[in-house]
Every structure is written in C-alpha cells, then in structure tokens.
C-alpha cells in the first residue's frame, strides 16, 4: 500500500509538470500572435506602407509638343500606257532610269498601221487629181454657158461635181490624218520629269488599250501629307516653311494649305506640305513637331498616378491627415484634358500644392494610412 501511494504521488507530480509546460507553451504562442498583430497595427499606422509622391502645381494654361506623323509622296505618279492596243517593239525604259518630258519610253509595232497610212494618202492623191479635173471642167462651162451655149442647170450641176470631189478630197486627207494620229498613240513619252518605279510589261506582249507598261514617279517635286487636328491645322499660316525629321534626316517644306474636311474615322483634316529642302525621299515617313497650348487651368500628372473608375473616369489618391496627424489616401475624381505618352493635364477637386501618389497604386487602397516619398 505504502508502494501505491508513492507512485500516485509520482503520476501527479508529472501530470502537473506537463500541464504547466502546456500554459507555458500557450503563453508563448499568444504572445507572439499579439506581436504580430501588433507590427500588422503598426504597419497601417502613421509611417506605414512608403509610398512616392508629387506636390500638386495648378497651370493656367500648359503648352505641349505633339509628333503628327506623314508620309512623303511625289505631287505626280502615274501608270502609262497606250491608248491603242498592238504588240509591244520596244520599251526604251527600265526601273530606276531618270526621264524627261517628252522622252519615248515604249514603242508599238507600226507597220500596219504605215501600210493604212500609205493607202489612204493614196486615195487623197486620187481625190486630188478627180478634184482638180472637176474644176476644169467647171472652169470650160462656166465659159460656154457666158456665151450661151448651155443652160443654167448645166452649170450647177457641173459645180455640184467640183464640191462633191472637194468634198471627198477632204474625207481622204482626214482619213490619212486619223491614221497619222494612230501612231503618235503607238508610243508612250514621258509626261513630266520623273523616275522610273516599275516596268510592267517587256517587248512581245500585246498591250490592250490603257493597260499599264510603266510607271513613272516625279522625283523632283515631294509633298508631305498629314493628319492634323483642327485646332493644331488652325495654328498653321500658308507659305510659312516648318521642319520635319525623316529617316534620311531633317526636311523643310512649306505649308501649302488644309483641306478644311474632317475625316470621319481619324476626326482630322488633311494638311499638305511642299517640300523645299533636305534630302526627302518619296515613301519616307516624316514627322511635324507642332507646340500647342492648354488654355485651361489644370495641372500635369504621370499616368501613373492614375486609376481608371467606373462610366471612364478617372482619379488620383491625395494625402490628407488623420486624426493622430498620419497620412491616409482619399480618392478624388479627375478630369483629363490632354494626354500624353507618360503624363496627362488634369483638373479636379484637388487643391495647389497637395500631395498625390505618384505610382505604385496597385500597392494601396483608399483610406490606407501611407509613408510619403518625394518623387
């Protein structure tokens, strides 16, 4: 019995041991629980998340430089062809030559048409010789019919005959003057001076009326085309010269005038540049850097410190105090008037010289208390 008694001592001994490693180990745990709640407090409290900031500086009005791109063509380009059909004998032209007004680049096979030509100066010949016999003999009646011998009727029919033969004289010459014709339209010139661009057709082929052979590019007169606005087109004066930069380098051209008609997928009207100097090359990209004004109060952001809301509008977070005089965000709605590539022009219900969030937008959320960190 004495035995028993012993060992039961022992067992609550022991039992009591693990329950008070067990309080301990519960203390431990709550303990470090509170703490981190604690540091969780801490981080939303006055110095909490950092986050980068820009003060507020309201403009009356903003100028902006904007990069409106167009492309250089020539003034003139056209596909040549010929106005007849025939087989091709000649092409006098090939891609890249340098023409003049006036040159003769292809050539149709003629000797058709040469042996019409010579048929019909033939029959002209004849008309002549019939023409020239139907005045004499009205010539001879006349002089019988002075001396009586024949009637009135007589001589009119003999001067029906004079005018009939002049009649087809004429219809002869006019013939043979239309197949004359036909060989000038039996060659291509070129129309203006250019370039060359593309040869579409080679000698043997038969060429239908109209159908393309050439093309020719006129490499000494470029304009420029572009897309403006009509609030920057109204900046343009006509005959001042502006500045554009191309691939190939800087490109001076003249402002000719703006077609005043707004495109109704662009929403711009077209404006039209001559070119006067740098080496522009038809095909070339060129773009117009034009300075435009903002004449509203309103003031600049980086896109980043912007968040889209619903219905498309936008807004801002602005630091104001708590009361333990920390720094929380409000969210406060915007308006954009211009937007750039990396900035916008805004107005809104924000004050000059409060603070925004610049970036990091994604990181908080209205009403958070925040760190500020000038950008």
Known sequence: MHNLNQRLQSLGSGFAILMAAIGVGVVVVLVSTMRAANADVRQDQPGGVPVSVLTVEYLNDATISEAYPGLIAARRESDLGFERGGRIVNVTADVGDLVVTGDTLALLDTSTLRAQIAAADAQTHEADAQLSIAHATEDRQRTLFERGHISQQRLDEMASNTMAADARRAAAAAQANALRAQLTLSEIRAPFDGVVTARLSDEGAIAAPGSPVLR????????????????????????????????????????????????????????????????????????????????????????????????????????VRDEQNGWVTQSRVVETLRVEVDRAFVRGAVNDREQIVASGLQRITAGQHVSPVEG
């Open 216 to 319: 020719l590019v006129e490499n000494r007169s470029l304009e420029i085309r572009i897309g403006l606005s009509i609030e920057a087109a109204s900046t343009l004066v006509e005959g001042d010269t502006y500045t554009f930069t191309a691939d190939s380098g800087g490109v001076r051209a003249r402002f000719r005038r703006a077609t005043g008609v707004v495109d109704v997928r662009s929403r711009t009207v077209s404006a039209i540049f001559d070119v006067v100097a740098g080496d522009a090359r038809a095909g070339e990209v060129a773009r117009l850097q034009l300075e435009t004004d903002i004449a509203q109060r309103g003031f600049w952001v980086p896109t980043s410190a912007l968040a889209e809301g619903r219905r498309g509008l936008w807004s801002v977070q602005v630091l």
